[in-house]
């Protein structure tokens, strides 16, 4: 669509793009890398036409806003009313949950750009949102762009992650997030199976 493609909104969105790989670059995991390449990539390639009408925009004003929000988090907010956001309603997930959550695929299969090798996002949590341990097939790391979340991974117990933090959960890892008075937001990358419907909760 036309409106999606003024060049507002594509230095943004090309900025979060960059952004992004340069977080992805420094994990050191070849998943990592492969998707900071695509990233890098994709600025160059057309966006799709999509336009959701799920906008969580006073949700994300509000933790682009907080006091430790990392850089990209106004290029975030600039291009977020173009981005397609939608609620992810995973097996088990409860709707309650799912709710208070928004997320858009930037690159991927099912992303703005498309991409058939990785999977790489966006997703935004209101406070107060305990998101249940599950698992899945692609290796998952979340970089905390604003507001602070405590999780859980394997066997371990709930840690905080400041923004600036990177989080790896390998294929088929159980893990949870819960936030507590801040709402989050983070950019997240999937790598290797990339079918969303292994995702189910561990109840
Ligand atoms: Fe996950």
Redesign the pocket.
């Known amino acids: 669509m036309e409106e999606r493609e003024t060049a507002d909104f594509r230095e943004a969105f090309n900025s979060v793009l960059k952004s992004i790989a340069n977080e992805f670059s420094l994990e050191g995991r070849a998943g990592a890398d492969l998707a900071a390449m695509r990233l890098r990539n994709a600025v160059s390639k057309p966006c799709r036409s999509r336009i959701s009408q799920l906008k969580p925009l006073s949700l994300l004003q509000e933790v682009c806003n907080l006091p430790n929000a990392v850089e990209m988090a106004d290029f975030v907010l600039e291009c977020a009313p173009l981005l397609d956001w939608e609620q992810w309603e995973g097996r088990g997930l409860s709707k309650d949950i799912s709710n208070r959550l928004f997320t858009t695929e930037l690159l991927g299969p099912d992303g703005h750009i498309h991409d058939n090798q990785i999977r790489v996002g966006l997703l935004v949590s209101e406070p107060f949102t305990d998101y249940p341990v599950?698992n899945?097939s692609g290796e998952?790391t979340y970089f905390v762009i604003s507001g602070e979340a405590e999780w859980v991974v394997g066997s371990g117990n709930y840690q905080c992650y400041p923004p600036g933090s990177l989080i790896h959960?390998p294929s088929w890892e159980i893990?949870g997030r819960r936030t507590l008075s801040e709402p989050f937001l983070g950019a997240w990358r999937w790598s290797g199976d990339l079918d969303l419907s292994t995702?189910s909760v561990n109840a």
């Open positions: 599950s899945h998952e959960h893990h995702f």
